[in-house]
Each structure stands twice: as C-alpha cells, then as structure tokens.
C-alpha cells in the first residue's frame, strides 16, 4: 500500500462536542486555593480561571481547525490499532519519508512549527501516538512506548510502503524513537531525538521514582541540592500519579475540561523554558488541549505510563550499542542536570554518562535556548540539528 491508497480525512470536531465542552466549562466548580500566591501548592486559579473564560467565549475551535486542515490527514487501521497522521508532502522527486513521535503533554500539532521547513528535504508524516489525540478510542488496555513502536514500524512499511524511512522523537516519542532504533536499525536512516534515556528508564519496581527510591547524599553542594530538588518537583508528582494511579485521576481528567486543563498546563508552564506565554499563547494552549479533550484522550494518554512499567522494556539482541541506528540528540539548557551550566558541558555530560553507551550516536548539540517541547519553542535549531543527523544517511 501507498498514500496515494488512502482517503484523506480532515479533522473535524462535532457541533455536539463543542456544545458540550461549553456547558461543562460554563459548570466549572472552582476549587479553594488561599494562599497560593507563590504557587507553592500548584497552578493558581488566577491562572486557570481566565483561560477558562477564554475557552468558552473568546477561543474559535473552528479557525484552529482550519489551520491543521492547512495538512492532509488520515486515520488507519494498524494491526487493530487507530492510528491518526498528519502528513506534508515532501518536495522534490525522491523526499525521505520521516515520521516524527511527540510525547506528553504534547500532541502531533506540536511539531507544526518544523513540517513546512523539513518538507524541504522530506515527506513528514506525523502521528497522534495510540491512545493520544485523534488515535483513539484506544482497544488494547496495555499499550506503552515498545508496543507503539511495532504500530510505527507497520504503519511507515506495511501500511504506507517504504523500504526504509527517518525517525524523529521527543520526550514519550523519543522512546519509541530509541526502540525503533534498537528493533528495526536495519530498516532506518537514523533517528534524532530530544532526550537519550536508556530504553530500560521505566523497567524496576520504583519505575515512577527519579532516585530510584535512592536517598540525596549528605553535604552537596548549595547550588547542586537546589537543582536536584527543582527537577524532582517538576517532573516528581507527574510520574507517580501516571505510574501508580492513572485510572483514578482520569475521572476528574475525561469529566471535567477544566481538570484536565489544569493538569496539562502545570506541564506545559512548568517544562517550557521561561514564561508560558512566552512559548504558547492562549489559542495555541487550547488548541493543544482542545486535541486531547474532542479525541477523549486522555485517560488513555497517561495509562502509557504505567504500562511503560508494568510491561516492562526487554531487549531484541545484545548487542551493543543497544541502539544500533545512527542517532543524533538535542539538548536544551532549561533541563540541565545539576552542576551543568553550558551547552559544551551539557555534551561532555552525556557523552560521559552510562546512557550514552545505549546509543550510535553520531551527532549531540545543546542549546542554552529551549524547554522541554523543543520543536515548538526553539524549532529552528531542531531542524538544523536533525537535518545534520541524516545528512550523509539519505
């Protein structure tokens, strides 16, 4: 099969949806929150508040829509699974086809600010992963991050026909990337991601833990506790309550708009680097989350995370590098480790690490720019970086 095979299929949300959501904003029951100033306890209702306001009467759905319609879309059968894409045709007469892996809280839309620039050079094909946006409603209740990467690997072979074909990845996707990289090297280009974990990050019986139930050593430094602390209340509580409790959560999440609202914005506020609104404006934060809410995605969604645990990553060879497929990495400044402070250190602390023995690397660059949704807040520096990655590989 080929795209020429497949029926477009425009994104298009019902008026009764969009009723509905309005209702439900309109019926918000707004929370106590004295003496959250600092924002000590979370996000602060003076921030969610507005937004909310906003969503109901000032945020068109429709004109977002008609922008991600700008791309072809479709949505497929794979081996049982639903698999929404986004698509923009390369240029030229023989563009390599790469497929490009968001994560969480993300969406495909994430990686709108790069399609048009690497269209240039390849046919980009941009999915919704299982369970996420558009893929959905989701059948298998143990989809994770090494089950997703079968559903890719079928979907750009099987499905759209290509012999071979590029990977992009961040966060959830730069897994996938990283498995893709390990079980099919052979049936690649390479892969670029914008993390490198090891494949086994959320394998052990503590898989929600960043310490790995590990206590902080005695006498560190001031500056090095304090950025220790900050990255475990950043990432901390996201992790154990997606690990351990990931269906209790998702009542408050799929009933309530305004729930579900808050919870991916203390993501996309605390991850991103500097203010929110310098990284996303009000109609681009709820066109991501308006995603999530018309695809009734996220109960399925965070279940990922705990199925990344309990159905635990195992190797296919042991060879090593574990990824054998040519990959390159962006870093970005604002996820520093302790102790790193500029983009040579950043490269010299990976390529020091445990973590960078997993990977063919072949090209490693950090930014002192750009937060955790790379593409979206630094998406210049990405292209370059990945079009580096497979310039002699294509």
Known sequence: MTIDNLEQQPIHVPDEVLTDLVRRLLATKWPWDNGNEDSFYGLRREVMQPLVEYWIDGFDWRKAEQRINAYEHYTVDVNGVPVHFMRKPGRGTNPTP????????????????????????FDVIVPSLPGFGFSTPLPQADMNFWRMADVFHTLMT????????????????????????????????????????????????????????????????????????????????????HVLDPSTLAYG???????????????????????????FSKDELLTHAM??????????????????NRYPWQPEHDRWPVVEAPTGVTFVGYENPP??????????????????????????????????????EIPNEWVAD????????V
């Open 158 to 241: 099987d499905v759209l026909g290509h012999d071979r074909y590029a990977v992009g990845g961040c966060d959830v996707g730069a897994l996938v990337a990283g498995q893709l990289g390990h079980k099919y090297a052979d049936e690649l280009y390479g892969i670029h991601i914008g993390s490198a974990l090891k494949l086994s990050f959320f394998n052990g019986n503590r898989g929600w833990d960043l310490s790995g139930g590990n206590p902080l050593p005695d006498n560190l430094p001031p500056e090095i506790l304090q950025r220790i602390l900050t990255v475990e209340k950043r990432f901390a509580v996201h992790l154990a309550a």
């Open 98 to 121: 790469l497929i490009l892996l968001h994560g969480w809280p993300w969406t495909f839309w994430h990686w709108s600010k790069v399609v048009d620039q690497l269209a240039a050079d």
């Open 386 to 393: 990945l079009r580096r990655t497979f310039r002699d590989r």
């Open 253 to 279: 999440l799929q009933d309530s708009p305004a729930g579900m609202l808050a919870w991916i914005l203390e993501r996309w506020s605390n991850w991103s680097a500097g203010e929110l609104e310098d990284a």
């Open 339 to 376: 102790g790193v402070h500029t983009t040579d250190e950043r490269v010299a602390h990976f390529l020091a690490s445990d973590r960078a023995a997993w990977y063919h690397h072949v090209n490693v660059t950090a930014h002192d720019e750009g937060g955790h949704f790379i593409p979206w």
């Open 291 to 308: 995603i999530y809410w018309a695809g009734g995605s996220i109960a399925s969604s965070i279940r990922t995370y705990a199925n990344n």
